[in-house]
């Protein structure tokens, strides 16, 4: 991706930003979307800050070899403490969340403004029942609101019936699923180890992915936009 030239998005969301990636299910695709929401939200032209929550620290060698800002914060009184701070320094701070690490999802849930919950396919029925759904609920009643989230389908392979059977599932759940899909596809796989991401890749499919992760990111940010 050029680094030269930033344009800051036509979307004038609220700044700043705690964007956190958060799902108590291991691979749903956290760390892959918050790594591409880090690298996006940087050629955008918005100082941005990635904190990798996860003790496992898969996102933070990537985010190092891609030279962007972060920050690895596993602590969950420390996340309490520090994400506000680094909020009052960077534009967007983007959080990876834990695979299964209840009280430090709840520490990013409370000092969060978005939450973005990857779900894939296999993960839908749980989707509306599951954990995260809980947390948000009880960080929304403690908050009179706040954090807005949002749920988005991941390596999706039939996008039409799995959006259909989706919506379906998450019927009576009060967090919305976003429109946009995110398909299952090679290059994202390929992109931790090449050290970049669908934004700097060359070849069609990952053009075709990184327009998907831009919708989904600008989708979400309007969601934000018009709930806060
Ligand atoms: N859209 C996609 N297409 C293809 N592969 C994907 C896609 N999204 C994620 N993956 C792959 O799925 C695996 C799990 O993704 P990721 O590490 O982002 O999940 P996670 O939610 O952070 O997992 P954990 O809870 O273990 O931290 C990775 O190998 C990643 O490359
Ligand atoms: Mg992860």
Redesign the pocket.
């Known amino acids: 991706m050029p680094k030269s030239k930033s344009t800051k998005s036509a979307v004038p969301w609220k700044l700043p930003l705690i964007l956190a990636?958060a799902?108590q299910?291991?691979?749903?695709?956290?760390?892959?979307?918050?790594?591409h929401a880090a690298d996006w939200f940087t050629h955008q032209g918005r100082s941005t800050i990635l904190v990798d929550a996860?003790g496992?620290q898969?996102?933070s060698s990537w985010v190092k070899d891609l030279g962007l800002v972060y920050k690895v914060i596993s602590d969950p009184e420390l996340l309490f403490d520090e994400l506000p701070l680094l909020a009052s320094e960077y534009d967007v701070v983007v959080v990876?969340?834990?695979?299964?690490a209840s009280e430090v999802t709840k520490a990013i849930l409370i000092r969060s403004n978005l939450v973005l919950i990857?779900c894939r396919d296999s993960m839908i029925d749980l989707a509306s029942t599951g954990k995260i759904v809980q947390f948000v609920r009880q960080a929304k009643e403690i908050r009179g609101g706040a954090p807005i989230a949002a749920i988005y389908l991941?390596?999706?392979k039939d996008n039409t019936i799995l959006l259909r059977e989706a919506r379906e599932a998450l019927q009576s759940c009060f967090i919305p699923l976003l429109n946009t899909t995110?398909?299952?596809?090679?290059c994202?796989?390929?992109?931790?180890g090449q050290g970049s991401t669908v934004f700097r890749m060359n070849g069609v499919a990952s053009k075709a992915?990184a327009s998907a992760y831009t919708k989904i990111f600008t989708e979400a940010l309007k969601l934000f936009e018009s709930e806060s």
């Open positions: 990636f799902n299910k291991g691979g749903a695709g956290k760390s892959t979307g918050a790594v996860d496992q898969s996102s990876d969340g834990p695979g299964n990857p991941n390596a999706v995110l398909p299952e596809r090679q994202i796989k390929d992109a931790p992915a």
